[in-house]
């Protein structure tokens, strides 16, 4: 059975970081992509960042490029998505996903492997 188990989440404020992660298990991780969603109250679910795990290309939404890094760790089974320059508009329940292909995952498309629980992030002062 896969799993996908988000942490991290909290409260930053404007301009602060924050790392969030998300372990996973249950799945060979390095034949699919992982990634994030992340969806506030009242707006769509959004498709943010993406790893290719057979060529590790990354794909960011135009929202978090050059802010946001995602990043894998594979003794651990964990992957992670590091925030800078947070915005209050950044504020959102993340959520861990894998599929076969980081297409799908940045057209937010609901995830065919794998969908975690959300943690939340706050940006506000």
């Known amino acids: 059975e896969v799993q996908l188990q988000a942490s991290g989440g909290g409260l930053v404020q404007p301009g602060g970081s924050l790392k969030i992660s998300c372990t996973a298990s249950g799945f060979t991780w390095d034949d699919y992509a992982i990634g994030w969603y992340r969806q506030a109250p009242g707006k769509e679910r959004e498709g943010i960042a993406c790893l290719s795990r057979g060529d590790d290309s990354t794909y960011y939404a135009d929202s978090v490029k050059g802010r946001f890094t995602i990043s894998s760790d594979s003794a651990k089974n964990t992957f992670y998505l590091q925030m800078n320059s947070l915005k209050p508009e950044d504020t959102a329940a993340y959520y861990c996903?894998?599929?076969?292909?980081?297409?799908?995952?940045?057209?937010?498309?609901?995830?065919?492997?794998?969908w975690g629980q959300g943690t939340q992030v706050t940006v506000s002062s």
């Open positions: 996903v894998s599929d076969f292909r980081c297409s799908s995952v940045m057209q937010s498309l609901d995830p065919l492997v794998g």
